[in-house]
């Protein structure tokens, strides 16, 4: 997706992550923080969750206050420079699911389809 999409990816990750979180069992989530996005997250996350018998928790973080959030924007940036760094996390990644283009894979229910 191109840079001015960034709402509508961040939406798009989140709805889908909620639908695998939940089928994963997951019982918490916890997000970066990005202040100006926080309400649309939790709008996003209740949309998605709100069939659901036992939604997990989420909550959103500054990068500091949990360690967690390093790992996942430490994987994302190998990844991204893709080359020598790609290969080093692609062992650590269970799925890629790429959004700009599968745009049906981000949809909630699809279950990504592995590297």
């Given at each position: 997706?191109?840079?001015?999409?960034?709402?509508?990816?961040?939406?798009?990750?989140?709805?889908?992550?909620?639908?695998?979180?939940?089928?994963?069992?997951?019982?918490?989530?916890?997000?970066?923080?990005?202040?100006?996005?926080?309400?649309?997250?939790?709008?996003?996350?209740?949309?998605?969750?709100?069939k659901?018998?036992e939604?997990?928790?989420?909550e959103?973080l500054?990068p500091?206050?949990?360690?967690?959030?390093?790992?996942?924007?430490?994987?994302?940036?190998?990844?991204?420079?893709?080359?020598?760094w790609?290969?080093?996390?692609?062992?650590m990644?269970?799925?890629?699911?790429r959004?700009?283009?599968?745009?049906?894979?981000?949809?909630p229910?699809?279950?990504?389809?592995g590297?």
């Amino acid at each position: 997706m191109r840079d001015s999409d960034d709402v509508r990816a961040r939406q798009l990750c989140l709805s889908a992550a909620a639908t695998w979180l939940q089928e994963l069992g997951v019982t918490r989530l916890a997000i970066e923080s990005c202040a100006h996005q926080d309400v649309r997250d939790r709008q996003t996350l209740a949309a998605a969750l709100e069939k659901v018998d036992e939604p997990f928790t989420y909550e959103h973080l500054r990068p500091a206050e949990d360690p967690v959030l390093w790992a996942s924007d430490a994987l994302a940036w190998c990844f991204g420079a893709g080359g020598d760094w790609r290969q080093r996390v692609q062992p650590m990644l269970d799925a890629v699911v790429r959004l700009d283009q599968c745009p049906e894979s981000a949809k909630p229910g699809n279950r990504p389809s592995g590297r």
